[in-house]
Structure formats: structure tokens, C-alpha cells
């Protein structure tokens, strides 16, 4: 500061020793109520910052109830449209249309809040990964966004090849994706054309909640078969089945008369089943989806 007055203020002889002294003691004094503001501002910055992000959290976790709701109302509109029986696993062909549209931009909020805290804990090899059913792959893109260092190769399965060709816009121009329709029957299991240990990682996200028992079982041997050893499988079901969730009408075989469309599996069933494949069961998490505990999502290891 001294140095400064010299530089650029040169005081006139006549004034200098005092004048020179209450000038420099001035603006220290600017200098300290310079700094004060500076650091009451970075306070009230750091202050506006994290009181907005907090409400952001709160709108983001409101929006995503506000999507789980819409869900459940449009399957209990196809309820409206299909009286009596109907199938007990979903069309795996058209149908989703809605469902896509609606669901696109949840994407991110849920890989991290219902994925990647899970797989975090253990160390998994992404090399070659297999999103099953991928639907437009609107999860594929965000949890690719995370991986993407590990990934050699990923593949976008699912029925519907409209699906599928809007995967192959979506990731058009990189070489790590390829893309699969597989073939379903309304009541025939019909296996993947994919050979044994093909994938070092397998999830499936928001679908097999609706699979009836009998799919989970077949899908099940599936994954265990084209996982390579040491391959790590993660999927998301229902768990409205367990006799701990409480549902105001009884629970149907037919998914979409439940709650969220769930279909009545259980975290025991999936244990079950899994095990008697030849998978070990690494984690079981339960959550609140379309009724507390109504979901669960289990890492398995081949
Ligand atoms: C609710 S969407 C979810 C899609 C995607 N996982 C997502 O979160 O956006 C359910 C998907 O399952 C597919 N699907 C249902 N049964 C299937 C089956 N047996 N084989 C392949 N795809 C199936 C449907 O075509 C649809 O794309």
C-alpha cells in the first residue's frame, strides 16, 4: 500500500510526513472494510448456495414422486381399458410409448440414488455391459455417463424394436454400443441370442417389477448363463409380494391391478431363485416405490 502511494500518488513536499500517514491510514482502513464485504459476501454466497441446493434436491425428489404417480395412473388407465383377466407379465412389444416419454429425464436421479450407491460398494468389472430391457436407453446413457472409463462394450436389449432403433440414434456415432431385439412369446420363454459368458455386468432397471415369477425364473437362468465368471448381475423387482407390505386390496397375479403395476415377487423369491441358478447374493436393498417396501433392488455375483 505504502509503495502504491509512492508510485502513483506523489504528495507535495510541503504536506508530506502527516499527510502521507492519514492518506496510507485511510485506506487501510478502505483495505479492512474492503476485505469485511469481500468475506460477508463469499458468507452469504456459500449460504444462497447451499439453500438452493437443498430446495433443488426437494423439487428433483418431488418430481420423481410426481413421475412414480403418473406411472401408477396410466397403468391403472390400461386397467380401465383391459377388464378381466389379463396377462400376467407385461407386453413385452408396443405400449410403452407413454411410459418412455414420461420417464425420460428421471434418468439421472435414479441411477444415483437407486444404482450407484449399490454398486459403489463392491468393485465390479463394467468391461462388457448389458442393459436389460433398455427401452429407449435412457438409463443406458446415464449410467454409461458414470462408467464410462470401464466400458469396452455395451449392449441395449429389449423387445420393442422401436426401442432399439431410437438406442441407436440416442448413442449414434459410438463404437462401445451394439443393440439386440430378443425374442418373446406370450407364453413361451425364449432364450437371448447371446453366447454363454458374453457380459461381465448385467442390470435391469425399472421392468422386472412387473415380471411374473415364472419370467424372473427363466431370465434368471439366462443371465447366469451369458455372465462370465466372476460377473456381477444387478436387478430391480418387486418385493410387494413379501408379507410385510401392506396393500389396501388383496395381491393380484395380474401386475397391473397392484400397486405400481408390481408384480407379487418378494426379495425372498429373488434370493431364492437366484440361488438356485448358482448365484451368490451379494446385497439386498428394500425401498418405498408405489407403497413403502414395495421394491428391492439385489446384486448377485456369478
Ligand atoms: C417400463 S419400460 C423400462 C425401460 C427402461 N428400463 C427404462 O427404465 O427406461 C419396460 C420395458 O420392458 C420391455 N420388456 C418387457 N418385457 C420384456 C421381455 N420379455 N423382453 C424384452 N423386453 C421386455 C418393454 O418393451 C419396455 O421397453
Known amino acids: 500500500m505504502k509503495n ?6 506523489p504528495l507535495p513536499a510541503k504536506r508530506s510526513v502527516a499527510y502521507h500517514n492519514e492518506i496510507v491510514s485511510r485506506l487501510d482502513l478502505l483495505g479492512q472494510q474492503y476485505s469485511e464485504i469481500e468475506s460477508n459476501l463469499g458468507q452469504r454466497y456459500n449460504e444462497i448456495e ?3 441446493g437443498q430446495r433443488y434436491n426437494e423439487v428433483m425428489s418431488r418430481l420423481d414422486l410426481l413421475s412414480q404417480q403418473y406411472r401408477e395412473m396410466m397403468l391403472r388407465l390400461a386397467l380401465t381399458r383391459a377388464p378381466g383377466r389379463g396377462p400376467i407379465t407385461p407386453d413385452a412389444g408396443d405400449g410403452w410409448d407413454e ?3 414420461n420417464a425420460e429425464g428421471a434418468e439421472t436421479l435414479q441411477v444415483e440414488h437407486y444404482i450407484i450407491p449399490l454398486l459403489s460398494k ?8 448389458l442393459d436389460f430391457p433398455s427401452g429407449r436407453g435412457r438409463i443406458a446413457e446415464a449410467f454409461y455417463k458414470v462408467y464410462a472409463e470401464n466400458i469396452e462394450y455395451f449392449v441395449c436389449c429389449d423387445a420393442n424394436s422401436n426401442a432399439i432403433d431410437n438406442c441407436r440414434e440416442r448413442f449414434a456415432g459410438n463404437d462401445v454400443f451394439d443393440y439386440m431385439v430378443n425374442k418373446t412369446h406370450e407364453y413361451q420363454c425364449i432364450p437371448f441370442e447371446f453366447s454363454n459368458e458374453s457380459f461381465t455386468f448385467v442390470y435391469s432397471f425399472d421392468s422386472m417389477v412387473h415380471f411374473s415369477y415364472k419370467w424372473i425364473d427363466f431370465y434368471m437362468s439366462e443371465f447366469y448363463r451369458i455372465l462370465d465368471n466372476g460377473g456381477y448381475l444387478f436387478i430391480h423387482h418387486s418385493n410387494l409380494g413379501s408379507p410385510d407390505v401392506v396393500t389396501d386390496n388383496r395381491k393380484s397375479e395380474i401386475y397391473y391391478e397392484n400397486p405400481g403395476g408390481r408384480s ?9 431363485i437366484s440361488e438356485k441358478h448358482g448365484f451368490s447374493v451379494v446385497e439386498q436393498n428394500i425401498f418405498d416405490w408405489a407403497v413403502p417396501n414395495s421394491d428391492c433392488v439385489t446384486l448377485l455375483k456369478k
Open 50 to 52: 447451499s439453500s438452493l
Open 99 to 101: 411410459y418412455y416419454d
Open 122 to 129: 463392491h468393485t465390479i468389472p463394467f468391461n462388457r455391459v
Open 264 to 272: 407379487p415377487n418378494s426379495a425372498e423369491d429373488i434370493r431364492f
Open 4 to 9: 502504491f502511494l509512492k508510485n502513483v500518488l
